[in-house]
T-cell receptor
Framework: SQQGEEDPQALSIQEGENATMNCSYKTSINNLQWYRQNSGRGLVHLILIRSNEREKHSGRLRVTLDTSKKSSSLLITASRAADTASYFCATDSGGSNYKLTFGKGTLLTVNP | DTAVSQTPKYLVTQMGNDKSIKCEQNLGHDTMYWYKQDSKKFLKIMFSYNNKELIINETVPNRFSPKSPDKAHLNLHINSLELGDSAVYFC???????????FGQGTRLTVV
């Protein structure tokens, strides 16, 4: 069954604005990761947050995790046209369960 | 140097044919994966291998057979291709079962 659900499905903003994307999941997780996918390309890892962490920063990215609500958010500050891409959250349950379960993704369009 | 490389990038073939997609990673990772991304961009795990051993086979039809000749390679052979097999197939690798995954550029398979 699908684990992650992102919302919104699509988001269009102006350059310089902040973009917030949310992800919800259904079962217990070990880690939650965010990936970016540019059109026609592979996925690129952005950030990983562990289940015992609540917030993590990397450059213009800020990720939060609320395990009680089974949700995470990705904030991109001061967006740029180059941030235009699809963003996916992915979870794993740890141990010997070798797989990432992806959400449906949010298509972010940053207009110049 | 490309970390995870897969070939071919595009594959157009007729129904009923057999085709292979090759994947190689030069990251020294123990774990490799095949993911399928459908037309709605939903990513789903197909197979995962750890140290050349099959760990996960996520209810994939028997027509799909992965082969891992060594830890750096995970190839995907598909028999009797069907229209519904049309999708983008991504190879990925990771150091362990729950860390950051590195994705290849994808193989866009079109079955006509």
């Amino acid at each position: 069954s699908q684990q992650g659900e992102e919302d919104p499905q699509a988001l269009s903003i102006q350059e310089g604005e902040n973009a917030t994307m949310n992800c919800s999941y259904k079962t217990s997780i070990n880690n939650l990761q965010w990936y970016r996918q540019n059109s026609g390309r592979g996925l690129v890892h952005l950030i990983l947050i562990r289940s015992n962490e609540r917030e993590k920063h990397s450059g213009r990215l800020r990720v939060t995790l609320d395990t009680s609500k089974k949700s995470s958010s990705l904030l991109i500050t001061a967006s740029r046209a180059a941030d235009t891409a699809s963003y996916f959250c992915a979870t794993d349950s740890g141990g010997s369960n070798y797989k990432l379960t992806f959400g449906k993704g949010t298509l972010l369009t940053v207009n110049p | 140097d490309t970390a995870v490389s897969q070939t071919p990038k595009y594959l157009v073939t007729q129904m009923g044919n057999d085709k292979s997609i090759k994947c190689e990673q030069n990251l020294g990772h123990d774990t490799m994966y095949w993911y399928k991304q459908d037309s709605k961009k939903f990513l789903k795990i197909m197979f995962s291998y750890n140290n050349k051993e099959l760990i996960i086979n996520e209810t994939v039809p028997n027509r799909f057979s992965p082969k891992s000749p060594d830890k750096a390679h995970l190839n995907l052979h598909i028999n009797s291709l069907e229209l519904g097999d049309s999708a983008v197939y991504f190879c990925a690798s990771s150091r362990d079962s729950s860390g950051e995954a590195f994705f290849g550029q994808g193989t866009r398979l079109t079955v006509v």
